[in-house]
């Protein structure tokens, strides 16, 4: 039987000292991108630990080809450490969140899991909730696990290093978020306000609420209550795997569409409708011209039929808008979304 449990969440300047993620008598390993030793405070912070293994963020390291490879090699440095001592810590962005929650959930079938994440997709979307995945060689995340962290730290400094296009990319989670939560987030958000770390911070916690509110009503996405996370997310994956787009720059384009379509089928008023349109437009402009002639109707069929959330009807659970804070799940045929798509010069 699964279960699940919150994690302890910290809001913190600089990243945990090494008590307060092990006590005495337990050991670690910590698996970190290699692009943080670039930040003073990363490597001062390494050498309190005994154990780390490096990696490449990335879809690579996702992949189930390379991932025995690096089984093995975790392995050897953590071969004396008892299970029940052993904590895996993932330091770094989605991918690396991913493959070490995957590892720890893995690992002589199933160690503690603390995620630090690096990135500001990491730190408000793919650090909570557990999943984790590898890639096949046909889809993304198709060999996984649901397996939740006992904490998670989200660390100031180190989200300070962030370069503003991954700023604004997380803005385009944090936009989805609003959307979903409705006036008390959506109030918060300034049309105007310029995207910065300064002006996310005191925000983050209650983004993060968000999602523990929708992830508690569905730990293993069984029913539609989690699967409203995925709003922009239908066009946003063929974006993303089409242009190399940035994931949350992906998702914005995405609630584009959702709120053309929800607003066309009658399900979002006007009003509505042009508030959240008026700030997308002000932080994503509506790119569809620019990518819209390059993706063909084949080519975005076939993404959308390798997303693991299609069904053996072709019917995916499309999440549309009634409202601000009032989404809709309604399986929606595969052909009906291309055909929508088209219509609104998405693809041709
Ligand atoms: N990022 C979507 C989810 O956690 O369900």
């Keep these: 039987m699964r279960t699940y ?7 913190q300047d600089n990243l945990p000292p090494k008590e307060q993620v092990i006590t005495p008598g337990q050991e670690c390993i910590i698996v970190y991108d290699i692009m943080l030793t670039e930040i003073p405070e990363f ?34 440095k953590i071969l004396h450490a008892s299970r029940t001592g052993l904590k895996v810590i993932a330091v770094g962005g989605g991918s690396i969140g991913d493959f070490a929650g995957f590892f720890a959930s893995s690992y002589k079938r199933g ?40 904490k998670v730290f989200i660390c100031r400094k180190i989200l300070n290093y962030l370069p503003e296009d991954q700023i604004l990319s997380g803005f385009g989670e944090v936009l989805k978020t609003a959307i979903l939560a409705g006036d008390s987030l959506w109030d918060k958000l300034q049309i ?7 002006y996310l911070w005191p925000l983050l916690p209650e983004i993060v609420d968000h999602k523990y509110k929708v992830v508690e009503k ?23 795997k089409q242009f190399n787009l940035l994931h949350g720059e992906a998702v914005a384009q995405g609630l584009h569409f959702t709120l053309d379509w929800s607003v066309e089928k009658k ?9 959240m349109k008026l700030c997308l437009e002000t932080h994503f402009p509506c790119i569809k011209e620019e990518l819209g002639p390059h993706i063909t109707k084949a080519r975005a069929l076939e993404l959308l ?3 693991k959330k299609m069904d053996l009807d072709q019917e995916l659970n499309f999440v549309y808008l009634k409202g601000l804070g009032l989404p809709h799940v309604e399986k929606t045929k595969v052909y009906n979304i291309i055909a929508k798509l088209f219509q609104h010069s998405w693809v041709t």
């Design 5 to 11: 449990l919150k994690p302890e969440i910290f809001y």
């Design 43 to 76: 490597k001062n912070w390494l050498t309190m630990f005994e154990h780390y293994y490096g990696v490449t963020g990335g879809e690579a390291l996702k992949s189930i080809k390379y991932f025995p490879e690096h089984f093995d090699k975790i392995c050897r």
């Design 111 to 150: 160690v503690s899991l603390i995620n630090i994440p690096t990135t500001l997709l990491a730190a408000i979307d793919s650090a909570h909730g557990g999943k984790n995945g590898l890639n096949s060689s046909f889809s993304k995340n198709q060999i996984g696990t649901f397996y939740f962290p006992e």
């Design 192 to 198: 105007d306000d310029e995207i910065t770390m300064n």
């Design 218 to 240: 569905d730990p293993f996405e069984v029913t539609n209550k989690r699967r409203i996370l995925n709003l922009g997310h239908s066009l946003g994956h063929v974006l993303e």
């Design 267 to 275: 399900h979002l008023s006007r009003e509505d409708y042009k508030k």
């Design 305 to 307: 039929m390798t997303d």
